[in-house]
């Protein structure tokens, strides 16, 4: 099981995107990765947050979707699903660990 900060740093490095991260210290060890909202956001109102740093790749999401939903054919052309948007992407280790290897062997 990879750690959060090596999910971090290679989120740094492969996809360009500076994440918050954590595991959950339940049973399934859930990893949780955000791309922060602007700090300037007005939290409190019911305006919508702003984004100015990049979010995953719709490729990524895609790709992760197919991996935590692979009996579910109809999911894997979407780009957001309950656990995984675009600025967000929550997955089990052994998930993550899929993706990474998977991302690292297509995207050299």
Sequence with gaps: ????????????TKLGLTVKGNTSSGRGQWQCFRVPPDKNN???SMAPLKYSLPMFPPEF???CIRIVYPNSPE???QTTVN???AR???MLPHEWEQAIAEWDRTHP
């Design 75 to 77: 999911l894997h052309k």
């Design 88 to 90: 967000h992407v929550d």
């Design 1 to 12: 099981m990879k750690t959060t900060n090596e999910i971090k740093k290679w989120c740094k």
């Design 42 to 44: 007005n939290f409190g």
């Design 83 to 85: 656990n995984i948007d």
């Design 61 to 63: 999401t895609q790709m």
